[in-house]
Structure formats: C-alpha cells, structure tokens
C-alpha cells in the first residue's frame, strides 16, 4: 500500500505533499529533519492522506494534489473539516 500525504508546518502553515510506502515513518523523519524537502520547516501536522494500491497511482495523485484542481479541492476538504 502507498499514501499521498498533505502535511502541515506549525512554523509557516505551509502545505506540503509527498507519497510514501510507510506514513509513519514518513511523519517522523519530517518532524525530526530528516527530510531535505521541509527541513527546518517543522514541526508538522498530518492533514489529509489517501491510500493507493500502487506507487505509480499514488505519484500520480501526488502531482494533481498539487496542482490546478486538485490544490482547490485540497482547500475546500481543509475548510469543510475545520
């Protein structure tokens, strides 16, 4: 199983997506600096996520999450579950 992921920093309320195969992990090294991408950015909120059955579908989602629509909808979701 593969995750798409949105997380956000406490620092800046920056949003940020990835994918992974393990979203534990994933959260511990961003929180703990471990990633390049949001180094120095942390601490971090878990936002949303989605399950995929494979790598490819969950890049895939990855790139429309942060684009165009997807990014839209991703705020609309945001807006509805505060």
């Known amino acids: ?14 949003w940020y997506t990835g994918c992974t ?11 703990t600096n471990k990633s390049e991408s949001t180094k120095g950015k942390g601490p971090f909120d878990l936002i949303y996520y989605e399950a995929c059955i494979s790598k490819t579908d969950a890049f895939r989602r990855e790139r429309y ?18």
């Not at 393990?22 to 511990?28: G, H």
């Not at 999450?65 to 505060?82: A, D, I, Q, R």
């Open 1 to 14: 199983m593969w995750y798409v992921y949105l997380i956000q920093s406490q620092k800046d309320k920056q």
């Open 21 to 31: 195969n393990d979203l534990r992990k994933r959260l511990v090294e961003h929180n």
């Open 65 to 82: 999450l942060e684009n165009g629509w997807g990014g839209k909808w991703l705020k609309k979701v945001k807006t509805l579950s505060e």
